[in-house]
């Protein structure tokens, strides 16, 4: 084994191994001080105390939440027709606002319950010869094959959507 002493300029140990060494170094005593830390608050802890939920209050609760917002949903629904039948009867741009913003209401309140379409049920079997399942019935209200901007204009795309194609005669052949 042959060792020469430093003759280089070069100094032993570069200062990003100082540093590295270092780092590792506080990291291990840092870990090693949350090991110790730990184990002195689990033997400080008490048991929990059981609770016990009543499950006939939690239902109930969650009973008339879910008869709020579907009713909410309804009451804005009826709006929404109104303000529609109104603009029908006389198309002007308050009108046209005032059915805006009824339909952002709507839809609004519509998708504060429309999770509930995932909860299994029971349904009648006339349901599903009529196709009233609420399955169906939440694909009808909320189906949504078509990219926003297709049939109106969006926020930043002002000419976005066939509404605004004047190449475009729209009936509802070309909407289909």
Known sequence: MNITPNTSNKPLFSVA?????AITFIIILGLS???NAFEITQKNTTPLKKIKLNEE?????TNLYVY??????LNQAQQLDSAITS????????????T?????K???????????????????????????????????????PIEA????????????????????????KSLI
């Open 17 to 21: 191994f100082v540093f590295h060494t």
């Open 33 to 35: 001080a949350c090991d």
């Open 57 to 61: 209050k939690i239902l109930s609760a």
């Open 68 to 73: 709020n917002k579907v009713s909410e949903a």
């Open 87 to 98: 603009f029908l009867h006389n198309p002007n741009p308050v009108s046209i606002e005032a």
């Open 100 to 104: 805006q913003s009824a339909w952002k």
């Open 106 to 144: 709507t839809y609004s309140a519509y998708l504060n319950v429309s999770f509930f379409h995932a909860i299994p049920r029971f349904e009648q079997p006339k349901y599903y010869k009529e196709n009233t399942t609420y399955k169906i019935l939440h694909e009808q209200l909320d189906s949504w």
């Open 149 to 172: 901007g297709y049939i109106d204009y969006l926020p930043l795309y002002p000419l976005s959507g066939i509404v605004n194609d004047m190449t475009l005669n729209i009936s509802t």
